[in-house]
């Protein structure tokens, strides 16, 4: 597969990965290089990984707990402590080996770390190979809320190798599915209609939809790296998505969403929005329900519970002047940005969701 030039960097596929990447070390000469990791791909990930490098350099592997819930910037600080342990300089590396929170965090502990050193991202999920690693975003999150610090900073590579996907549970796989969803409802029809139907898909055809999700996310982020205007539409199904994942990750009595479960529920949601406030067809809100609740299970959301979500939505970063700004759909592949909506549309939604 052909690179996929992004801003200052490219992202590199598979056997063609390991290449650049061993040509990159070749030609640069970093003093010191840390792989950071989490505790599944220490063990799942890094030996594979390690194996494809050629020749010797100076590694140092830092592992932090697995889990949005240790994207902190007390994870931060732990990192922060270990490189400056292990002497790290202006002139080191990090490698990011793992999944959205390893390359969130790790691409911005590299973009603040003694004002900014090198960092690469490498993949292993599903949902960071098609949307985490790629965009030059990186952040943790503050309490409850998510990605709340954070700064754009520009990897030096982006490495997609399919074959860690090898090493993912069933419902990780779905998690990054939906990132895929709504890049087809976002920006391109014929690539939301495959997704209708993907019983006779086979690895190359998955590997295929990635390299298109890639291009898509790629495109609109050269466009707007910073998200001034066009870059918004990638957030469709997140505002309330990802107040519904911060509403689960801190609840005592509701077992803990991925994300990609949490923004299936938030597109639904955002369609009959779309109905609502855009004119999108119904039938194509019902559709988009549909196909999603093929691939993920419904989850029970109380009025109660969508009041509390409500308030968590209002720290949304796409939010300004005290307006909580959704993306919407006026058609399939024709977002709208910035539409303010009522309370009670979005209980609406929810009915919506329920039936």
Known sequence: MEAITSINY????????????????????YSKIFILVDTNTHVCCLPNFMGAIEGNYPFEIIEIEQGEINKTIETCAAVWSAISELEGDRKS????LGGGVVTDLGGFVAATYMRGIDFINVPTTLLSMVDASVGGKTGVDLGSLKNQVGVFCTPKMVLVITDFLKTLPANEMRSGMAEMLKHGLIADEEYWNEFKNLENLNLNDLDRLIYASVVIKNTVVKADLKEQNLRKILNFGHTLGHAV????????????????????IGMILAAHLSFQALGFPIEKAKEIKSVITTYFEKVSISEEELEHIITLMKHDKKNSFGNVNFVLLKDIAQPEIDINVSKKMIFKSLEFYKK
């Open 93 to 96: 590396l990090i490698i990011n």
């Open 245 to 264: 994942e911060s509403y689960f990750l801190n609840s005592e009595t509701r077992a803990t969403l991925l994300h990609g479960e949490a923004i299936a």
């Open 10 to 29: 490219n992202v590199h596929f598979n056997l063609d990965a390991y290449t650049a990447l061993n040509n990159y070390l070749k030609e640069t000469s």
